[in-house]
């Protein structure tokens, strides 16, 4: 519903489809009310909807659409990795379409909805477990990067002089929830998924680390751990298919950013 009422809110009228309601094995799903509210998008003023979902399930355009693709696709997830891991289950051969997958989620470095685990991992382990063994080529924007996305005040103050739907939109979104540092200042929202799109727009703008990378999912104390280990072995670097951002030039970022909302 959320997807379809942003959709509204900008015109657009991309097709939206609806995909797993559950994770793939443990059925105790989460929702982050505490940073996206009852709804997932509290905070931010949007309308009611009239427009319904595409009948075909989401999971089952996943695999239609890469099936009869002539050419690669790149897959840019930002949330729990359940509709892709269902795709390559159910149709395995889905990964030789895959160009790349560019993916907000995990952190070798501790989580933020356990010590050990990232909310988007955390939410479906098995599911993301089966896209990082998949062989398919991953990007992955960790808590190591994402964390660094929130604005300072000159930077929303600048977003605020924008008279768009764009800029409006977005300084909606960094004001929920609200928080205080111990000085008392306000804590804006961080910018976990745009670092996706960022990457895509401008890839000088993060800096990519090979790495080997596995998912916890016995181990009930690091449930949904990111398990990263350097590739670099006497020198050699192992072969994998994983990358993870390290370093993100936040000029950069939010030089692109003010280039989008500007014109929407």
């Known amino acids: 519903n959320n997807a379809l009422r942003i959709c509204d809110y900008f015109d657009l009228k991309t097709p939206v489809y609806r995909g797993m309601s559950e994770p793939l094995v443990r059925k105790n799903q989460i929702i982050a009310t505490d940073f996206h509210g009852e709804t997932g998008l509290d905070g931010i003023k949007l309308g009611k909807t009239d427009r319904l979902p595409e009948k075909e399930h989401g999971v089952n355009y996943i695999i239609n659409t890469l099936l009869n693709s002539n050419e690669k696709i790149t897959l840019v997830p930002v949330g729990p990795l359940t509709n892709i891991g ?22 070798c470095k501790g989580g933020n909805v356990t010590p050990y685990a990232e909310f988007n991992i955390y939410a479906d382990p098995e599911a ?8 398919v080529s991953i990007f ?29 939109f977005l300084n909606q979104g960094l004001h929920f929830p609200e928080r205080y540092d111990e000085k008392g200042n306000f804590i804006y929202h961080t910018l976990h998924d745009v670092v996706t799109l960022i990457y895509l727009i401008d890839e000088n703008t993060v800096k990519l680390e090979k790495i080997n990378c596995e998912i916890e999912t016995k181990d009930e104390e690091k449930y949904g751990q990111t398990i990263c280990s350097n590739c670099k072995d006497n020198n050699r670097v192992t072969n994998s298919n994983i990358q993870t951002a390290v370093e993100i030039d936040l000029n950069k970022f939010w030089e692109i950013i003010f280039g989008v909302i500007k014109k929407y």
Do not use: C
Not at 95 to 107: A, Q, R, T
């Open 86 to 107: 269902m795709a390559l289950k159910l149709e395995p051969k889905i990964k030789e379409k895959i160009e790349k997958i560019v993916l907000m989620g995990g952190s």
């Open 140 to 168: 992955m924007m960790g808590l190591e990067v994402t964390n660094k996305t929130a604005p300072d005040e000159k930077i929303v103050k600048k977003i605020q002089s924008l008279k768009t739907k764009a800029a409006d």
């Open 128 to 135: 993301a477990s089966i896209v990082f063994s998949s062989g």
